[in-house]
T-cell receptor, first 113, second 116 residues
Framework: AQSVAQPEDQVNVAEGNPLTVKCTYS??????LFWYVQYPNRGLQFLLK??????LVKGSYGFEAEFNKSQTSFHLKKPSALVSDSALYFC???????????FGAGTRLAVHP | EAGVAQSPRYKIIEKRQSVAFWCNPI?????LYWYQQILGQGPKLLIQ????????DSQLPKDRFSAERLKGVDSTLKIQPAKLEDSAVYLC??????????????FGEGSRLTVL
């Protein structure tokens, strides 16, 4: 079955420290991979995506993500966290040749001053 | 550029009542999606349209949920009759290209449904 896992319900990090939000997937074919962020009472906002090419992709608000095919992972990273980064983060995968976007359960990021 | 518009933002109904949600996608976006997001979970696709045709409705509870996208623009999602477990945020999203492409989805702010 096609699936996306975000193994951490919550990630806590101090402001200024690097952050990582983990995502692994199990899908067929060569997938398209996405990260979205959701602030309270708001819809999801697109952060970045991996389609092909360089394994490190850069996105909005200083975020980046690293695609690792052998580990089937797509972890979200930021070198220096801000309190304003506190939100709910969703990893999503569209399996190759498949028209459905599958979301993970989400990881709540809490950045403390 | 205007984003995806949804209404109402909030709705409270009693079980067995009906409710309808409306979505206006970004102009020119061919593909429209309805997702259900239950508290503490990731969004689950209910139905997706390519123009005014249904591409996937495999997870839509068809005994109580219905959706249409007349003229390939606006869409309405209806629940009748509602159950307690339908309490969720209903997210509408649109994308420019086909649903199998690499384009990202643009989401509306959602319609929060509470069923009492």
């Amino acid at each position: 079955a096609q699936s996306v896992a975000q193994p951490e319900d919550q990630v806590n990090v101090a402001e200024g420290n690097p952050l990582t939000v983990k995502c692994t997937y199990s899908v067929s074919g060569n997938p398209y991979l996405f990260w979205y962020v959701q602030y309270p009472n708001r819809g999801l906002q697109f952060l970045l995506k991996y389609i092909t090419g360089d394994n490190l992709v850069k996105g909005s608000y200083g975020f980046e993500a690293e695609f690792n095919k052998s580990q089937t992972s797509f972890h979200l990273k930021k070198p220096s966290a801000l309190v304003s980064d506190s939100a709910l983060y969703f990893c999503a995968v569209r399996p190759g040749g498949y028209n459905k976007l599958i979301f993970g359960a989400g990881t709540r990021l809490a950045v403390h001053p | 550029e205007a984003g995806v518009a949804q209404s109402p933002r909030y709705k409270i109904i009693e079980k067995r009542q009906s409710v309808a949600f409306w979505c206006n996608p970004i102009s020119g976006h061919a593909t429209l999606y309805w997702y259900q997001q239950i508290l503490g979970q990731g969004p689950k696709l209910l139905i997706q349209f390519q123009n005014n045709g249904v591409v996937d409705d495999s997870q839509l509870p068809k005994d109580r949920f219905s959706a249409e996208r007349l003229k390939g623009v606006d869409s309405t999602l209806k629940i009748q009759p509602a159950k307690l477990e339908d309490s969720a945020v209903y997210l509408c999203a649109s994308s420019l290209g086909p649903s199998s492409g690499a384009g990202e989805l643009f989401f509306g702010e959602g319609s929060r449904l509470t069923v009492l």
